[in-house]
């Protein structure tokens, strides 16, 4: 197997709750190779989004939050980065999607002003350069009428195709790496499919690597080479999806199968 | 439909609104006459013969040293829009900065700083802080304004910062986080335009806040210090309409009347128009 892009060494996360400090995410590591989906699941609530935001530098500053471990990507340690180097980093080699595709755009402003801003501030394209880059990318992300999107307010979008427009962004400067989390989990089945094959497909052709998170199994079926099954803020399992799902190797991840087995053939 | 469409559409289905639109289109006219020296440049000039009665040559009549009071009425309103529209505008800027700022280091000392030098301000009597403005100033005309601009910015401060802590949890500002724009740039760029509606709504009830206050003001004394407002007028009616002369007096409160009425009806409809409910998802 390839180098891996993200390398992650023991990650601790620490959020303030009542005012002790209890972990979120504990002591986890892990490889994303380039190309690669992998996909974190676990239940609500064991530290699949914290691990994100640790990764993406979003978590609150101390004291809210305390974060300890390595984080490398492509040999830069994130962790120890200062704010102003991250911003550098951020949506250009290491993006994310978030889950509510509802509030992911800024209402006032159309969904190609918000594109165009990622080309232009990551790029340094000019105005009719980044329109030409957002209509191509809007393209690819499978809008047929991208000029008509770009004009289009977040309102008049609906929620699949809002959350193309996220994926647009996010994939726009073919970061090494992109986070998911749960992009798909407020949309319906066949949008969800729709984006899904979008995502990874993109994620095929830039070579970028993908960490999906999510609690839906099936979409860990169809869509991931690997997985990481997280439960109470540790990985409990790691594995490719084919021997996860003929042979898991931990209770949890067995009980969380036969969860799903039940839910769909009653 | 864009969204300032939508809110056109809103207002003109909106009678009072649309009243009160056309009254304050016509008041700005005049103001705008006045700026442009077209109207009520003879407001000083004292010409005529003391409290004549209306006529053709003086419509509202004269005050007691002979000045037409037509045409001082007609000068006040531009008195009234410089003040309204730079106390407002500016007032209006004031608490969005600060309140955006609070808002968004919530819970942190700028943010406490801002809300006690809010509290602060809002404790003192306005009247008394205006004296008190006036008298460290020693009769600057702007004293005043100062007085107002440090004061008014406290209502839209408190919104704005509310606002902008209800926004900044919503994921396009992490999703802006995500793409690597600075703090001050997203709060500029994504946080302070969906404040709008907060802003615009603010714009006009300062506006006749001020005008109503510098009416007052100049009454008292305290305001206006060159040229003539409906203020000043109502302080020289004072000793007239005890004489049987309510020229300057009814001239001077219908006029004041008249904009104020014509402003909040539009204000109202304008806030109506922008609801947010109606405006963004």
């Known amino acids: ?266 | 439909m864009t969204a300032s469409n939508r809110i056109w559409a809103n207002l003109r289905r909106d009678r009072s609104g649309m009243t009160g639109l056309v009254i304050v289109m016509a008041f700005f006219l005049i103001a705008a006459g006045v700026w442009l020296g077209l109207l009520g440049q003879g407001w000083s000039l004292a010409d005529g013969g003391r409290w004549e009665p209306a006529s053709a040559e003086y419509w509202f009549g004269t005050n007691v040293l002979g000045q037409d009071i037509f045409q001082r009425a007609i000068f006040s309103v531009r008195t009234a829009f410089d003040i309204g529209l730079l106390v407002a505008l500016l007032s209006t800027a004031l608490g969005a900065v600060l309140g955006a700022i609070a808002g968004w280091y919530s819970n942190s000392w700028i943010d406490g700083s801002v809300l006690w030098l809010k509290g602060v301000l809002d404790s003192i009597p306005f009247y008394l802080f205006v004296a008190a403005v006036a008298f460290a100033l020693q009769g600057k005309p702007w004293a005043m304004h100062v007085a107002m601009i440090a004061t008014f910015w406290t209502t839209t401060g408190r919104l704005v910062r509310a606002e902008v802590m209800k926004i900044k949890s919503r994921d396009f500002v992490l999703s802006a986080r995500a793409i690597g724009l600075p703090d001050l740039l997203i709060l500029a760029r994504h946080v302070l335009p969906n404040t709008s509606h907060i802003l615009l709504v603010q714009t006009s009830i300062a506006f006749v806040a001020a005008i109503k206050t510098e009416v007052i003001l100049s009454f008292l004394g305290l305001g206006v210090q060159d040229g003539v407002s409906w203020g000043l007028m109502l302080a020289e009616s004072t000793q007239e309409v005890l004489a049987g002369h309510f020229n300057n007096f009814l001239s001077a409160s219908l006029m004041l009347f008249a904009l104020l009425m014509g402003f909040n009806l539009l204000a109202d409809a304008l806030q109506d128009a922008f609801d947010p409910a109606q405006v963004s998802v």
């Open chain 1, 1 to 266: 197997m390839t180098e891996a892009v993200l390398k992650i060494r023991n990650l601790r996360v620490l959020m303030q709750d009542a005012g002790r400090m209890v972990p979120a995410v504990d002591g986890i590591s892990f490889d994303l190779h380039a190309g690669e989906v992998l996909a974190l699941v676990g239940e609500s609530g064991c530290g699949k989004t914290k691990t994100a935001e640790a990764i993406m530098g979003l978590l609150p500053r101390a004291p809210a939050s305390l974060q300890t471990g390595r984080i490398d990507l492509e040999g830069t340690d994130l962790a120890v980065l200062a704010e102003s180097a991250l911003r550098k980093i951020r949506g250009r080699d290491l993006s994310m999607v978030f889950q509510e595709p509802l509030t992911a755009l800024d209402p006032v402003f159309t969904a190609g002003s918000q594109l165009a801003g990622v080309f232009r501030r990551h790029r340094g394209s000019s105005g009719a350069q980044a329109r030409e880059q957002s209509i191509n990318m809007l393209q690819r992300v499978g809008f047929s009428d991208a000029p008509r999107v770009m004009q289009s307010y977040p309102h008049q979008l609906s929620g699949g195709m809002r959350q193309r427009v996220v994926l647009a962004m996010a994939m726009a400067c073919r970061p090494r790496v992109l986070i998911a989390d749960e992009p798909t989990t407020s949309l319906d089945v066949t949008t969800q499919a729709q984006v899904l094959t979008q995502l990874t497909d993109l994620g095929r052709d830039s070579g970028t690597a993908i960490l999906l998170i999510t609690h839906d199994l099936g979409v860990v079926a169809q869509y991931c080479d690997r997985a990481l099954v997280m439960h109470q803020g540790k990985i409990v399992e790691q594995a490719t999806v084919d021997k996860l799902f003929r042979s898991p190797g931990d209770d949890y991840t067995a009980e969380l199968l036969s969860a799903v087995s039940r839910s769909t053939s009653p």
